[in-house]
Structures are given as structure tokens and as C-alpha cells.
């Protein structure tokens, strides 16, 4: 009855996907199930824990010779230690190598002495090398968005110098301020895809870093002796996706070159005022100057220039609101939208990273 009943436990064991090794006391291997001996590719039985290594070519991860003592099956037998999930590399004697994950736990009685132990342990070959390909392809495609970016930027630059290359011999005063204004928006997508970098992404920009120098640099080309003040105010990161903050930074820009083209006309000087902020998902835009308004009280029902036009489709590409209040102290213009709890994520992971690197 008893050796009956012994081959049916091991006929069950047999049946296991996983491979189970069982050692006495001393360490010795007494008993394995067939997946443990075909993970190994020989057979099991006898051994002792300070020969596991070199009797089945055990290895680190690292493909050094494992040291025998650290095996989970020996810190089971020698410290009676449970070792859940560790893994090792197994040499086949074929010369094939098999990636194992196994847990490891003594066995005890019913009054708590130790008896044995027992490894489960189980082939992820394929699971680990399979992350690994999709690790270096993911590493791949990083290095290639990065150098598309590159080629784009680099490309884009080239485009906004042959842009301004007639501008001097051009006589046309409206023809030189197109040209100019082209070469603007140009610039503002060039450096939107150079903040890539400075963000160490592929696809997202952190806005609230970027469009302080943007509209820094669209003061300065328009402010004749320091006339014009710009007070940009932004509170924490605001990444977005790179497309949706190239519109974003380019309706700013408008705006700021709108306000530095007309707000101020018949004054010695004036303040345009830039807030970027967001409260959760809701991200917030003002662009404010206090010049002299605009004629018409509601400047979105006349339909103005490309400046304004582009403003508008900008906007509506990220799908965001746009609310105009001008009068004789200035014009407000502010923009709101929602992002994605993703891209709110994003930027809540960015905060915390500059927090940690300052700290």
C-alpha cells in the first residue's frame, strides 16, 4: 500500500508544469519531479548543497559560477530560510543555458523541527528574453525619435535661415514684417523641439519652462529701449504632448507679438503679462497687456489678421476656450483646457524629479 501510494505522488508530481526538488536534512537531493530534470537537461538525484553549483553548472545572472551556499535550495536546507522567486541561470550539458525562477522553503513537522526542503522552480527563459528584446527595441526607437527630432530641428533652422536671407533686400515694409513673423513661428517650433532634449523625452515639452524665453525673445525684438516690461509667471511644470504644446507655445507668441505690435502705439511704455498655470487637469493661459484696447469691443467678431486667425486654430487644436476682455486699460486674453490625467501624471512625476535633484 505504501509503495502505492508513493507512485502515485510521484506520478502527480510528474504531471506539474514546474519543476519540484526535494533534499533530506543534510541537503541531499531525494526526490524530483520530471520538469525539474528536464529544466536542468540531466538527472538530480544524491548531491549536496556545497556541490549543487558544479554538479549542475548553476549560475549567477551575471553567468558567474553561483556561490553554493547563496543557492535557494541551500539557504532552505543550511538556514532554513523561505527564498521566494530568486533566479539563477542553469547550464544544460548540451551547452544550452536556461533561465530559472524558483522559491525555496524548508519543510517542518508537526512540531516545528525541520525535516527537508523543497525547490519549485520553474523555466522563464522566454519571458526574460523576450523583455529584453522589447527592452532594446524600446531602446531603439528612443534613439531614433531623438534623432528625428534632431534632423527636424536641424531642418528647421535651415528653413527660418533662408527665410531671413532676403529680408534685408526687401523693400516692402508689409512683405519684411511677413517674412519676419514667419521666421518667428519657425524659431518657436524649433525651440519646442529642442526642449525635447532638455526634458530627455521623445514626444513631450514642458511649457511653463519654455515659453518664458519665447516670449522673452519676441519682447526684445519689438521693446525700441527696454519701452516694453514682460512679467511671465508660471507654477510648476506643464508638460504636454509635443504637438499640442507647439500650438500652445505659438498662440502665446502670437499674442505677445500682437500685444508688442499694438498695444502700446502712442505711449512711451507698457507691461504684457503672462501667466501659465494649471489646477489639476485644467491648464490656464493669460496674456495680458494695459495699452490703449482694442477698437472693437469684441475683437473675435471681426475677423483680423494672421496672427489672429492662427490664434484661433491654434486653440481650437487643443481644444481649448478662449475668453477676450479689452477696454482702455489693455486686453486680457485667457485660454483654458484640459489635459488627459496622463499627461497632468507627466507633469506631476517632472515636479517631483526637479524637487528631488534640488534637494
Known sequence: MLSSLESFKSVVLDQLGEGVIVADTDGRIISVNRAAEEIHGRSL??????????????LTMNDAPHPPEELPLARAVLRGEDVVDAAWKIRRPDGTVVI????????????????????????ETSRVNAEQALLQALEMKELLLFEVNHRVRNSLQIVASLVALPMKRIDD??????????????????????????LGTHDHVDCAALLPDL?????????????????????GAIVLP???????CLAVTELVTNACKYAFAGRDRGTIRVLLESDGDIVRIEVEDDGVGMPDRDPRAKQGGIGTILVDSLTQSVGARVMVDTGAEGTKYVITFTRPPAEHDFSSALIAKRRKAAS
Open 173 to 198: 515694409d508689409i512683405a519684411r514684417e511677413t517674412l519676419s513673423l514667419t521666421r518667428q513661428r519657425i524659431e518657436v517650433i524649433t525651440a519646442t523641439h529642442r526642449s525635447l532634449y532638455e
Open 45 to 58: 538525484i544524491g548531491g549536496a548543497p556545497e556541490s549543487y553549483s558544479d554538479d549542475y553548472q548553476l
Open 100 to 123: 530559472a525562477v524558483g522559491t525555496a522553503r524548508p519543510v517542518r513537522n508537526s512540531e516545528g523541527v525541520q525535516i527537508g526542503s523543497v525547490l519549485t522552480l520553474r523555466d
Open 215 to 235: 516670449c522673452t525673445a519676441v519682447v526684445q525684438t519689438y521693446s525700441v529701449n527696454d519701452h516694453i516690461q514682460l512679467k511671465c509667471e508660471t507654477a
Open 242 to 248: 509635443v504637438s499640442k504644446a507647439v500650438s500652445v
